[in-house]
């Protein structure tokens, strides 16, 4: 029997994902209970009681605070309603076994939390939580100018040096890498000869890749924006230009929806793969929210001739998959832009990709997650570009950096209309902290998951649990000054 190609079998994984689901929840284990999660700044317990209702403690710096509502559990999702809040929360819950289980936030970060008994707190109660456990013994110091950031056995790294580098075609902007990482691709132009017209040379494309070795076990990619054209619209529609031809150098091809989309990209990027599963989905409303507020004013125009307003649409899928006899657990993500209406054409935007081994992936993912939101835009770069290409060059790259600031501007809103214990809340879902940079005095937010932060005044960083390490005394390292980056005292 013929083996089935990768998309074949992509396509089918979608189609069963209904049985896939009822599947998944039939051998979770059980939600009910108790479960503890204790991170570098917070501990948080939670009670999750058959009636429906759930109970929990949260202890930081800050102090205690309590949080009551319901909460209902099916599948893979689990909605929690605390009360006093305007919406429920969705978050992806999945069992490593009866005891431990993973929790994947609306914001992309997971967490860990582990079962500690029988509920016994119920909603009004003020128990007090079971004493965080002590850190483990720390692990031996690696020799001098070692800094590991290859984790085994799906075990978070004990160091992780993030150094800043330089997109390498025309330094357009830099980035956060763990050293002894590589990079590749980079920037690059799209002459109107090449594609028959100028649809796709408004402004600089970027393909650049971060990987720890050739095969790119850990990675993440930010993937081109294309322009494509579909002539649905169009008064002559598909008459005089076929699929697969150019129109104004856009490449002739129906707009698929988001999940078409991340299918054809995973058949084409891991041609190899087998034995693929589709672990969850989540279609990111708040960056479809953050696209069409940047449009705001194109869509007033459109709208102003009779034309229907741009539209976008987001996903993030989460999938497993075999390759080379490794199993791996990869996250990729894009919005589709239907211009169809006013343009004949869409486009894909914000397309990243990231995977790691399945054991590692848990612990690999706030790294790589650093790495994403680390990209800084160089503002000589961003100029000669605005000069060159005028003012739609400028929105283009303006879009996907307003992109990048979504989290913030949800921070800020948060900050702004909920009291503090809910900023505490939001930090502790996405698994971040705010941290004080020791040189310029700035709040900068990176992950929660190490115990101790150095930085330089060149924006690198140290992410270390150990509470001996010193970067300074390390010849690698103290070419220069490294201070330690200390949790921001929200209270002052």
Known sequence: MRALSFPVIL????????????????????????????????????????????????????????????????????????????????????????????????????????????????????????????????????PSGAAPVTASGGGKPPRVFLQRVWEPNEKAFTVLIPKGWKISGGIFNVSPLQMNGPGNTISPKCDFTVKNDDRGSLMIRWLPTWNCADLTYSPTGYGLFKPGQYYQGMLVKSMPNAKQFLTEILGKERPQASNLKLIAEDPMKEVSSAFAKQAEQVNMNLQKMGIAPMRFESLAVLVEYTEGGQRFRESIRTTVADNRAGAFQWSNENTVMFRAPTAEFDSWKPILDMIQSSREVNPQWLAAVEKAAGQRAKAALDTQQYINKVASEIVENRRKTHAEIRHEQWLFISG??????????????????????????????????????????????????WKRSEVWDRKK
């Open 11 to 142: 396509a089918l994984v979608f189609l069963a994902l209904v049985g896939y689901a009822e599947a998944a929840a039939q051998q979770a284990g059980s939600i009910l209970g108790r479960w503890q999660h204790s991170g570098p700044q917070q501990v948080i317990v939670t009670d999750f009681n058959a009636d429906g209702t759930f109970f929990q403690i949260t202890k930081t710096a800050l102090g205690q605070q309590e949080f009551k509502g319901r909460y209902t559990f099916g599948g893979q999702l689990l909605q929690i309603q605390p009360d006093g809040y305007p919406a429920a929360q969705q978050i992806g819950c999945r069992f490593l076994n009866a005891d431990t289980m993973i929790l994947t936030y609306q914001t992309g970060e997971t967490i860990q939390a582990n079962r500690v008994a029988t509920a016994t707190a119920k909603p009004g109660q003020s128990a007090d939580p079971p004493p965080a456990k002590a850190p483990s013994s720390q692990p031996p110091a690696a």
């Open 432 to 481: 971040q902290e705010e941290y004080k940079n020791p040189f310029t005095g700035e709040i900068e937010r990176g992950t929660s998951t190490y115990r101790h932060r150095w930085e330089n005044n060149q924006g690198e960083i140290f992410y270390t649990d150990e509470n001996s390490f010193d970067p300074n005394r390390y010849e690698e390292y103290n070419t220069r000054e």
